[in-house]
């Protein structure tokens, strides 16, 4: 994991931030979100082969409101990595990962759905639970539990 | 000679057949739609969301506990799994493990799920091809592990058997016996599953090579389970990240060469045969003890207690009223489900309840790859393909 660490800092200096989190796992936070391609990327070829997940949060008191976590795995030796990439605006755009890794394809329409997040050159961005004319994201913290009543049967 | 080439070419439509969302092969409400040439496949496109209840933005609105029951019904063929999953979470959110006898009665749930869900699996995957033999002779031991099932919770499908530092009961002597009845009566069964599908020529023609899927495309897409198994990596997070004690179990990890259809039906049939062999171990060697763990801000007080002193009944109220407080942080954490990596990430802002909840269900990266796999076959190979990948509605949409 150091070694990880200490190639992401070589290569993205400032950009990263080493966060340590409440039990065992490693948290990266990395503050400029234009390069998330190029980290996902390296990563890749450094042994995290596989994206085990990707999701968001919503944080509506930040300055950065969203916030995307890309959980990575590393199979020899076992490694996991939480990536964590802070977003600005209320409806951000970032990179599409899915050229990286084909299942980023199905997360991101996900975190589109439920967020509102939109990616850049995803080939195919549509909702993936809600169905597509449906309004609103359900997860950001805004969106009230028992739904927007625009929906009923009346 | 190229003129009469030119008149056998003859070009037909593409036909488009709907797939659901309610059909007898997709297990739960699926929609697939397949772009066909003939009998050939040229394209297919999936849609979900059809079993989606918001889970996760019902967890961020309940306390710690009452995520349990949601649990059961993610993945509802092996719900056990999931609520040790869950709870594992949380107690590695709290900095706790269960005492040791939990954590034996919690693998051998585990177990007997997993043993469940893959019988659903493969009996399921030989009637859509049209063995219905080794359905029928099957399906009984899944009824006799739900006989365990409601005599360890009450319950056969909605289960919520574990609680947050420990498990709801303790096992009682008669489960005991069922289990031992159990394990002796299943290995045959097996063998008798295998006399009717491994060697089966019909069976054999219809998913050896269907549904192929090399193993770095399998790791582009996020496989983990059976699924990853069969493509031939030795993958599993009870060996490799071992929890709940799984290290002090023997048993092995059965791998694939192909990755096709037939590779996952013998990865499951083996790993059924590991996880009799865990329980073996672990019925013989339950630890005496308490179940629960016993601290009144985790888990409820004795009704003994409840009823006759009153730090017992405060501490009970407020366990019912406000819930089980955790550390602010977040976590991840993974288990081996039946179906692959079960994961659970929780962002606590230090209150009752969960900031947020994600869980990142198996089946969900491994049905996006669907597309990709069916390309070329024919139609009657859909239906092998999606009854191998194993894909739960409930665990999918969430």
């Known amino acids: 994991m150091k070694q990880t660490i200490g190639l992401l800092t070589k290569y993205f200096g400032e950009g990263i931030e080493v966060q340590t989190g409440l039990r065992d796992e490693t948290f990266i936070l990395l503050k400029d979100a234009s390069r998330i391609k190029e980290a996902m990327e390296l990563l890749r070829d450094n042994g995290f ?47 599409s990962v899915s050229s990286v890794f084909k299942t980023a394809n199905w997360y991101e329409r996900e975190v589109f759905d439920m967020f509102g997040i939109r990616f850049k050159d995803h080939p195919n961005l549509k909702r993936i639970l809600m169905w597509e004319d449906y309004e609103g994201h359900p997860l950001r913290k805004e969106f009230p539990l028992e739904g927007d009543n625009l929906h009923c049967y009346d | 000679m190229t003129d009469i080439k030119k008149e056998i070419d003859i070009k037909t439509d593409r036909m488009i057949v709907n797939m659901g969302p309610s059909h007898p092969v997709t297990h739960g409400t699926l929609h697939i739609v397949l772009e066909l040439d003939g009998e050939t496949i040229v394209a297919s496109h999936t849609n979900i969301g059809y079993l989606h209840r918001g889970v996760e933005k019902l967890g961020e609105n309940r306390t710690y506990q009452k995520f349990i029951p ?53 009996g399921i995957n030989a009637v859509d091809i049209g063995a219905f033999t080794a359905f029928l002779y099957i399906f009984k031991y899944r009824e006799l592990i739900y006989d365990i099932f409601s005599r360890m919770c009450g319950a056969r499908l909605t289960t919520s058997y574990t609680r947050i530092g420990g498990v709801s009961r303790d096992l009682d002597d008669e489960t005991i016996r069922l289990i031992r009845d159990f394990l002796k009566e299943f290995p045959p069964a097996i063998d008798e599953l295998e006399a009717l599908l491994t060697k089966n020529r019909i069976f054999y023609d219809r998913t050896r090579g269907i549904g192929e899927f090399t193993l770095e495309n399998a790791i582009q897409y996020g496989y983990t389970g059976p699924c990853l198994r069969a493509a031939g990596l030795e993958w599993d997070l009870r060996k490799k990240m071992p929890y709940l004690g799984y290290e002090n179990y023997e ?45 009144p801000k985790i ?42 990596e079960l994961g659970f990430y929780i962002v606590s802002d230090g209150e009752t309840k969960p900031y947020r909840i994600r869980v990142r269900p198996p089946c969900f990266p491994i049905f996006s790859s669907f597309d990709e796999q069916v390309q070329g076959h024919m139609v009657a190979d859909a239906v092998a393909i999606l009854g191998s990948l194993n894909i739960i509605a409930g665990e999918l949409d969430r």
């Open chain 2, 70 to 122: 949601f649990t059961d019904r993610m993945n509802y063929t092996s719900s056990i799994n999931n609520n040790v999953g869950y709870t594992l979470a949380v107690e590695k959110l709290l900095g706790i493990q269960s005492p040791p006898r939990a954590q034996v009665l919690e693998v051998i749930a585990c177990e007997l799920g997993r043993i469940a869900d893959h019988i659903v699996c493969i």
């Open chain 1, 49 to 95: 082969s596989m994206l085990i997940d990707l999701t968001a949060v919503h944080y509506p008191g930040r300055e950065k409101q969203f916030e995307l976590v890309y959980n990575m795995l590393a199979m020899e030796p076992l490694l996991r990595l939480l990536l964590k990439v802070p977003l600005e605006g209320e409806y951000p755009e970032v990179d």
């Open chain 2, 251 to 295: 048993f092995e990890v059965p791998t694939g060469t192909r990755g096709d259809v037939y590779d996952r039906y013998l990865v499951r049939v083996e790993e059924m045969r590991q996880s009799v062999r865990i329980l073996k171990q672990a019925i013989e060697n339950i630890p005496e003890g308490p179940v629960i763990i016993e601290d």
């Open chain 2, 299 to 340: 888990a409820l007080p004795p009704k003994e207690d409840v009823y006759n002193t009153i730090e017992g009944l405060i501490s009970h109220m407020k366990l019912i009223m406000e819930g089980v407080r955790v550390p602010a942080g977040e976590i991840y954490c993974a288990t081996e489900a039946a179906n692959g």
